[in-house]
Structures are given as C-alpha cells and as structure tokens.
C-alpha cells in the first residue's frame, strides 16, 4: 500500500458524515450522488434547484483542490481505457439496479440502520473484492 493516507483519509470521512448528517438534519435529505444527480438529469417540481448546486458545489470543491493541491489529481490508471470505461459503465449498471451508489447506502443508509443499504453496501463490496481477485490473482492484473 504506497499511497496509504490515514490522516487525510480520516479526515475526509469525517467531513463526508458530517456533511451527511447536516444534509439530512437541516433538509431531510438522503446525500446519495448518484440518486441526487439522477433528479437534474430528470427533474422532478421543485427538486431541480438544489439538486443542481449539489452537484455544482462538488465540482467546484473538485476545482479548488485541483487548484491548490494538484498533487492529488496525480493518479495513474494501470488499466487498458476500455476496461475502465467498462468498469465505469458497471458502476453504473450496479448504482441503477440497488437503487443507490456508495454513497447513499453505505454513508447515509448505514447509519440509519437500513437494512436494504446494509445487503447493498454488502453487495459492493463483495463484487469489488471478487474484481479484484479476477483482474489481478486470475487475469494476471491486465
């Protein structure tokens, strides 16, 4: 593990719960990206507005840390493009078919103690550890 952050790990989980947390303390909302960005694709009465500055405010905050820490954006893919597009296109698939990304259950649903995100959050991560075993102990990391 060569890039292991714990500190600025721990802390960026911090800031992901509390904000969270105020998200649905003060608006009663759920901060699933995936189910927030879905209501601008396809807008609902009244939803469209704060879905948008949800989603502007996470590419702005993207835009200053690229700015001030470039470093961070230095990552390098040890895959062919097509596979990463497929991967992406997978995510996706998955997100659509548990009614919800990461995000949503494991950081928001969990601590609720919803037993839907708890057989989804189950459900990633054990098809990502089955990935990563396939791509890197059996296809011999292509």
Do not use: D, Y
Request: net charge positive; aromatic share 10%.
């Amino acid at each position: 593990m060569e890039n292991f952050t714990p500190f600025a790990s721990t802390i960026g989980g911090i800031l992901i719960g509390l904000s969270a947390a105020i998200m649905l303390g003060a608006n009663g909302r759920i901060a699933g990206i995936s189910g927030i960005f879905n209501g601008v694709i396809q807008p609902q009465k009244g939803e469209f507005g704060w879905r948008a500055l949800f989603i502007g405010g996470l590419l702005v905050g993207g835009a200053f840390m690229m700015l001030f820490t470039p470093e961070s954006f230095a990552i390098t893919v040890e895959r062919a493009p097509w596979m990463v597009a497929l991967a992406g296109l997978l995510v996706g698939f998955g997100t659509r078919l548990g009614s919800g990304c990461t995000s949503g259950h494991g950081v928001c649903g969990l601590p609720r103690f919803s037993a839907r995100s708890l057989v989804a959050t189950v459900s990633f991560m054990a098809t990502g550890a089955i990935t990563v075993f396939v791509m890197n102990l059996l296809l011999g990391g292509a």
